[in-house]
Nanobody, 114 residues
């Protein structure tokens, strides 16, 4: 079993920065991890993913502004978000893949004011 706990969300002005963290508990092997977000009235979308060897992928609209990283020894993942825009406002969810399951965190809210 894996439990994912996100932290670091909050309210920030446009142009500001936030750093999200996702801590995974449980002695399991986690392969790819990712950050997803869901804005009100919209579908959940992939923001960024990172493999165990730190290969990354990004949503086009966040490329160059967001950076995903992870610490395998601590089973922790991060999302550094810079130059935030009002359209980045959403609930952000952490995702982790093991050999047989996909886990989700409870989400952390990010609100960017204009």
């Amino acid at each position: 079993q894996v439990q994912l706990v996100e932290s670091g969300g909050g309210l920030v002005q446009a142009g500001g920065s936030l750093r999200l963290s996702c801590a995974a508990s449980g002695m399991v092997f986690i392969s790819t991890m990712g950050w997803y977000r869901q804005a009100p009235g919209k579908q959940r979308e992939m923001v960024a993913t990172i493999t165990r060897s730190s290969s990354t992928e990004y949503l086009d609209s966040v490329t160059g502004r967001f950076t995903i990283s992870r610490d395998n020894a601590r089973n922790t993942m991060y999302l550094q978000m810079n130059s935030l825009r009002p359209e980045d406002t959403a609930d952000y969810y952490c995702n982790a893949n093991t050999i047989d399951r996909i886990y989700w965190g409870q989400g952390t809210q990010v609100t960017v004011s204009s």
